[in-house]
């Protein structure tokens, strides 16, 4: 518990919080007196001794339960009070389901929580390791819960009602097995969102004092990017800009020569008697035409808007650049950029594509983009496509990719997401995965820049 204390007490000075050495000291004495066994004694005993300004109150209030309150609320055993003929169909019900979503079912039922472990490999998955804002911990929370099947459990359970219902289960003991699940599932999510709430405090603790530091921010995830950090990283894009594109120019001086052309070569040193006095090489196009179909959903605008930032201060190293925005269905944004700043056109495009409530739909946009924008795709034309994978059960439109991909020259997908949570969920990246020609996972600022530069490397 003193170990526990001097993370919390560490926890509200990395929040902001003044607390002297002399405040701390006061705190465990207080706890020595009144001890720990109630928790809301407890809790008073280091409001009492740590909060002088109340301003602070609010910080303490989130802090103490991401510290003092792992484990969630009680979990029940849901089957406990049921029949034995009601139990009976339940197993017959349950035998229908398979695999992890079985599992997940059984669980729920059984009342059992995560283990220690099982929280530190899903946090693994979502990257909780590289995060340190508070603020992130709906999101982190949520992405957890999709990587332990969250969503396919739900739509299990609906199934599992019906099912149990028309196998004529007592309607009193359907409806409190469905009450209990539930509270199962509540306790589950406050388990983990308590999980994620301490590991973030305690990520905080070691970050470095200098966070804003140009390498550091390099790092740093984009959903975990604070107001002030994103600021300070659009700043340093335009200097991340000009060493891509001093890379860029001398890779070009290099390819200049281009590889020998033999047939040239041959009908220019005719007059010579064949004799290879003059060598002719083909004159390499080392500018590529892009098009970038971006994903402007809530979970993806971090990384659009620094991936259209980037590209538009690279424009001088492409032929022509268009760009594509969806969340439902897609739309044209390149007239943005051509018309206003690279700020300025990402505000009026995310503001005109306001993201709803698991409306993501790639499959309409990749259907509406093959019907009336294919013809902006040619043999020369990288595809980029700027997005999760993610489709909320709608139709994938597998087709429309393939003719997409059979008409570019290159097809690259860049995604935030590991891949062990493609395939996961509502997510269909494993099923467009055999159509690109790479797919690349950035998830910060150096990742982007090290896609960016293959993708201007390798055309």
């Given at each position: 518990m003193e170990e526990r204390m001097v993370e919390f007490i560490a926890g509200l000075r990395a929040s902001g919080v003044r607390i002297s050495v002399a405040e701390s000291a006061d705190a465990f004495r207080a706890v020595e007196a009144l001890g720990v066994q109630d928790r809301e004694r407890f809790r008073e005993a280091?409001?009492?001794?740590?909060?002088?300004?109340?301003?602070?109150?609010?910080t303490f209030e989130r802090l103490f339960p991401q510290f003092f309150g792992l484990g969630g609320p009680p979990m029940f055993d849901a089957t406990q009070d049921l029949s034995d003929a009601d139990l009976q169909s339940l197993?017959?019900?349950?035998?229908?389901?398979?695999?992890?979503?079985?599992?997940?079912?059984?669980r729920l039922l059984r009342g059992e929580a995560l283990t220690q472990e099982e929280l530190e490999e899903l946090g693994r998955m979502v990257g909780l390791n590289r995060s340190t804002h508070p603020y992130q911990q709906p999101w982190l929370t949520s992405r957890m819960l999709r990587a332990l099947g969250n969503d396919e459990v739900k739509k299990a359970l609906k199934e599992l009602w019906e099912l149990l219902d028309r196998m004529g289960m007592d309607k009193r003991s359907l409806d409190r097995l469905r009450q209990l699940v539930q509270a199962n599932q509540d306790a589950l999510r406050e388990q983990v969102g308590q999980f994620v709430g301490s590991s973030i405090a305690r990520n905080a603790l070691n970050e470095p004092r200098d966070a804003l530091r140009g390498d550091d921010l390099m790092q740093r995830p984009f959903q975990s990017l604070s107001e002030r950090e994103a600021e300070e990283l659009r700043k340093q894009v335009q200097r991340l800009a000009a060493q891509l594109r001093s890379r860029a120019a001398l890779r070009q001086r290099r390819g200049k020569v281009g590889q020998l052309d033999v047939k040239r070569t041959l009908r220019t040193n005719l007059k010579y008697?064949?004799?290879?006095?003059?060598?002719?090489?083909?004159?390499r196009q080392l500018k590529p035409k892009i098009?970038?179909?971006?994903?402007?959903?809530?979970?993806?605008?971090?990384?659009?808007?620094?991936?259209?930032?980037?590209?538009?201060d690279l424009q001088d190293q492409v032929a022509q650049a268009r760009s594509f925005a969806f969340i439902d269905d897609i739309q044209e944004i390149t007239a943005d950029f051509m018309e206003f700043r690279p700020d300025v056109a990402i505000d009026q495009v995310l503001g005109r594509l306001q993201p709803g409530y698991y409306n993501t739909d790639l499959g309409q946009s990749l259907l509406h983009f093959q019907r009336d924008f294919l013809d902006a795709v040619d043999h020369r034309t990288t595809v980029i496509v700027v997005g999760d994978g993610r489709n909320n059960y709608n139709n994938p439109e597998i087709e429309s990719f393939n003719d997409i991909k059979r008409r570019a020259r290159r097809l690259i997908w860049l995604t935030p997401e590991s891949p062990m949570l493609w395939g996961s969920g509502d997510s269909d990246m494993l099923r467009y995965l055999p159509f690109c020609s790479a797919v690349f996972e950035v998830n910060n600022m150096a990742s982007l820049a090290e896609a960016v530069d293959r993708m201007l490397t390798t055309h």
């Open positions: 280091l409001q009492a001794t740590l909060i002088k300004e109340p301003q602070d109150l609010a197993a017959d019900a349950i035998r229908q389901f398979t695999g992890k979503v079985r599992e997940q079912l059984e008697g064949g004799v290879p006095l003059e060598l002719k090489y083909r004159q098009l970038l179909i971006c994903d402007v959903s809530t979970s993806m605008r971090p990384v659009v808007e620094f991936m259209l930032r980037l590209m538009y």
